[in-house]
């Protein structure tokens, strides 16, 4: 069992940054794959980031690529999102999650968080 608790959202302007952080409880963190993913008023949860249980591995949406970066860091149980050149789109609730294997469609993930709020202005 894993239980995951997202932190760092808040509010930016456009072009700014905010860095979301994942804290996952037990031992077994580093065995999982993590991922991000966010759901914006009216839409359906997309996949935005996700991180092979060794690090070696990342997979990004095109819409955040070369503006989001995903990390952890096993010894703090913690996976992180930078999010960098903030969109008034990239506005949603991010809601980490943790996997046994990475993907990036929901049913690769087996814990998620309750989500944190992003809000972009213009």
């Known amino acids: 069992q894993v239980q995951l608790v997202e932190s760092g959202g808040g509010s930016a302007q456009a072009g700014g940054s905010l860095r979301l952080s994942c804290a996952a409880s037990?031992?077994?963190?580093?065995?999982?794959?993590m991922g991000w993913f966010r759901q914006a008023p009216g839409k359906e949860r997309e996949f935005v980031a996700g991180m092979s249980y060794s690090g070696g591995t990342t997979y990004y949406a095109d819409s955040v690529k070369g503006r989001f970066t995903i990390s952890r860091d096993n010894a703090k149980n913690t996976v992180y999102l930078q999010m960098n050149s903030l969109k008034p789109e990239d506005t949603a609730v991010y809601s980490c999650a943790a996997g046994l294997l990475i993907g990036v469609v929901q049913s690769s993930y087996n814990y998620w968080g309750r989500g944190a709020q992003v809000t972009v202005s213009s």
């Open positions: 037990g031992r077994t963190f580093m065995r999982y794959a």
